[in-house]
C-alpha cells in the first residue's frame, strides 16, 4: 500500500523558517516523482515543489523560488521542503504527493499525482 506521510507544520513568524518531511513507504521511492502541494482556504490548490531522486529533476513554482528547498533521502526514503523566508501568504495545508507512474516528470499539476498524504497546516503570522 502506497503511503505519504507528511510532518513539521506548525506556526511561524513572517521571515522564519519550517522544514517539512514526507515519509512514505509502500514503492520504490527513487522511481517516482514526489511533489509538494499546498491550499489556503478559498483558493485552488497550488503546485509548489517537485523532485525526482533517480534523475535530480526538481520543480519549483515562481512563488517560492530562492526560498523554497526541496531534498530526498533515499536511505530514509523521505523527501524534505526547507521553506525559508516564510510569508504570511505562504499559510496553507501543505500536502505531498506521488507521481501516477513513474515516466512522469516533476511539474506543478496535480492531475499528474495520483496519492496524496494527509496534509500538514503551516501559519506564518505578520
Known amino acids: 500500500e502506497v503511503q505519504l506521510v507528511e510532518s513539521g507544520g506548525g506556526l511561524v513568524q513572517a521571515g522564519g523558517s519550517l522544514r517539512l518531511s514526507c515519509t512514505t513507504s509502500?514503492?520504490?521511492?527513487?522511481?517516482?516523482?514526489i511533489g509538494w502541494f499546498r491550499q489556503a482556504p478559498g483558493k485552488e490548490r497550488e503546485g509548489v515543489s517537485c523532485?525526482?531522486?533517480?534523475?535530480?529533476?526538481?520543480y519549483y513554482a515562481d512563488s517560492v523560488k530562492g526560498r523554497f528547498a526541496i531534498s530526498s533521502d533515499n536511505a530514509k526514503n523521505t523527501v524534505y521542503l526547507q521553506m525559508n523566508s516564510l510569508k504570511p501568504e505562504d499559510t496553507a495545508v501543505y500536502y505531498c504527493?506521488?507521481?501516477?507512474?513513474?515516466?512522469?516528470?516533476?511539474?506543478?499539476?496535480?492531475?499528474?499525482?495520483?496519492?496524496w498524504g494527509q496534509g500538514t497546516q503551516v501559519t506564518v503570522s505578520s
Open positions: 504527493a506521488r507521481a501516477r507512474f513513474t515516466n512522469y516528470y516533476c511539474s506543478g499539476y496535480g492531475s499528474y499525482f495520483g496519492s
Open positions: 509502500g514503492f520504490t521511492f527513487g522511481a517516482y516523482a
Open positions: 523532485i525526482r531522486s533517480r534523475d535530480g529533476s526538481t
